[in-house]
């Protein structure tokens, strides 16, 4: 079946600019996560959407990046202001239904450069 | 909050060989630890997971095991094959509703034909 997509696969802005990244997750998965990775990095949790449950907002690095979740499926993620440190991928994973089930799935990322 | 710490950082080997990547973490309260593997412009990919009440898991030429006494886990990759050459990803889970994966910095594989 389809996984997890995610648009733009790339984008360029200028510094102080704003950007939307899209997510639309696995269609049926219930908990939906952001996270950032940096060139050469691990990845960095961002923000956590489960089910109408109110967003863990505990990894956003500043009060730039916001996110949203419409309908309990696509998300999108808002930088604000965007500034050089925020260029990195951008990916965003969905995991299943069910309260013993931990398998995140990944996009394939969006690669947000700042100029 | 958790920590995981990945090594090594980049690792080589011949085609045929086992690779072993090794991860420790912090919090004792981590259940769950699985394996990513991240090709050159993808997402990571899981390609194994073991639960705190398992010791050891096996798929193929891909093994994981747990140690919660020391707070370490290992992936083993035998027979290795160019095609495993990639970024490999270990990650631990903070118990709780959130689930939120802590990861680790990531090892570089190589496998030299």
């Known amino acids: ?115 | 909050g958790e920590n995981v710490e990945q090594h090594p950082s980049t690792l080589s080997v011949q085609e045929g060989d086992s690779a072993v990547i090794k991860c420790t973490y912090s919090d004792s309260a981590s259940n769950y630890f699985p394996w990513y593997k991240q090709e050159l412009g993808k997402g990571p990919q899981l390609i194994i997971d073991i639960r705190s009440n398992v010791g050891e898991k096996k798929d193929q030429r891909i093994a994981v095991t747990l140690n919660k006494t020391a707070k370490h886990f290992s992936l083993h990759i035998t027979e290795t094959q160019p095609e495993d050459s990639a970024v490999y990803f270990c990650a631990a889970s903070i118990t709780g509703s959130a689930r939120q994966l802590t990861f680790g910095s990531g090892t570089q594989l190589t496998v030299l034909p």
């Open chain 1, 1 to 115: 079946g389809a996984g997890v997509s995610q648009s733009p696969s790339n984008k360029v802005t200028e510094k102080g600019k704003d950007v939307e990244l899209r997510c639309d997750p696995i269609s049926g998965h219930t908990a939906l996560y952001w996270y950032r990775q940096s060139l050469g990095q691990g990845l960095e949790f961002l923000i956590y959407f489960q089910g109408n449950s109110a967003p863990d907002k505990s990894g956003l690095p500043s009060d730039r990046f916001s996110a949203e979740r419409t309908g309990g499926s696509v998300s999108t993620l808002t930088i604000q202001r965007t500034q050089q440190e925020d260029s990195a991928v951008y990916l965003c994973a969905s995991s299943p239904r069910g309260a013993i089930s931990y398998e995140q799935y990944f996009g394939p990322g969006t690669r947000l450069t700042v100029t």
